[in-house]
């Protein structure tokens, strides 16, 4: 099952054809066939030329992974970091130039395993910037590890016999921490995905997007059809509050059979991190305009 994009959207975007490619660095993709991250980057970059942003309007912060390989494929400004701190890197940025939209990339091993303190603090601070979760259930960089969201029983390499714990739930952890802004996506619908991308980057505050991304090579236990028979949609159920965090937490319970995509949960009431700050009231300039060069030689 998957959403169409509307005929409207789908004309703007072929209109603006040009822009996508302007993206494109044309390099070598190192990427396995089918794995999710084409479906990923290509709902990205539609989004981008969906919202109008150009090069200079964005920057991207791309962790360790096969996700992370993504960052040689963008004509943007890009930074590939070190394992676990793309969420500290990208506030840090996020911060500084609140002119410019943020977004950071990160695969599960660097989410809920290397930088899960970063989650839970930028989820807590509502840093004003857009997080992607690339949820393969496992270490696809490093040939096909457990990670803290494969689940119980599936046999990898590392733990030839199965994994012996259950999978942390990662909407519902991060609904425990009061976010803003939580939406779950999948590889394999792009229009769907195009749309969520959207709503995230208009978001202002922590905007935490999980996306169910297939990886052909090392996860056999939830392949790109097992997904396409089990989601369904949020913009289907009647009656759904995407602002009642309890509905949410119930609706994000399941991971098996019924896996619901689209905007799970939002909350526009609270302030973001930089709004917050009583030394920016009022500023019309962001810190790095406010940057001075001091000659400290004399010092020295
Ligand atoms: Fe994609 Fe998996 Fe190959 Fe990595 S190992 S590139 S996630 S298919
Ligand atoms: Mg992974």
């Not at 942390?168 to 996506?185: C, E, H, K, W, Y």
């Not at 609270?270 to 009583?278: A, E, G, I, T, Y």
Request: proline share 2%.
């Amino acid at each position: 099952m998957t959403k169409k994009m509307d005929k409207k959207t789908r004309d703007e975007l072929i209109a603006k054809a040009d822009k996508l490619l302007k993206y494109e660095t044309g390099k070598v993709i190192t990427w396995c066939g089918n794995c999710g991250n084409y479906g990923i980057q290509n709902a990205f970059m539609r989004a981008l030329v969906l919202e109008g942003l150009e090069r200079k309007d964005f920057a991207l912060f791309f962790d360790i992974g096969c996700s992370g390989n993504g960052a040689d494929k963008f004509e943007a400004n890009t930074l590939h970091g070190l394992h676990g701190r793309t969420i500290s890197t990208a506030a840090g940025a996020a911060l500084a130039n609140d002119k410019m939209k943020v977004i950071a990339f990160a695969g599960d091993g660097a989410t809920f395993s290397e930088g899960v303190n970063h989650l839970v603090h930028g989820v807590r601070n509502n840093f004003p910037l857009v997080f992607v979760h690339h949820n393969n259930e496992n270490y696809g960089l490093t040939i096909g590890q457990a990670s803290a969201t494969t689940r119980c029983g599936v046999k990898m390499n590392g733990t030839p016999d199965g994994v012996v714990v259950e999978p942390i739930n990662p909407l519902q952890f991060v609904l425990s921490l009061d976010p803003t802004f939580v939406a779950r996506g999948f590889s394999g619908d792009v229009d769907h995905l195009t749309e969520l991308f959207r709503l995230a980057l208009r978001h202002k505050g922590f905007a935490y997007l999980e996306i169910l991304q297939s990886c052909p090579t090392y996860n056999r236990t939830t392949p790109e059809d097992w997904y396409a028979s089990r989601v369904k949609y949020v913009e289907d159920l009647k009656d759904y509050d995407c602002h009642d965090i309890w509905a949410a937490r119930k609706l994000v319970q399941d991971m098996d059979k019924e896996i619901y995509l689209g905007l799970i949960y939002e909350n526009n009431g609270r302030k973001d991190f930089l709004s917050l700050q009583k030394s920016r009231e009022g500023r019309e300039t962001s810190l790095v305009e406010e940057v001075r060069r001091y000659d400290v030689r004399a010092l020295i």
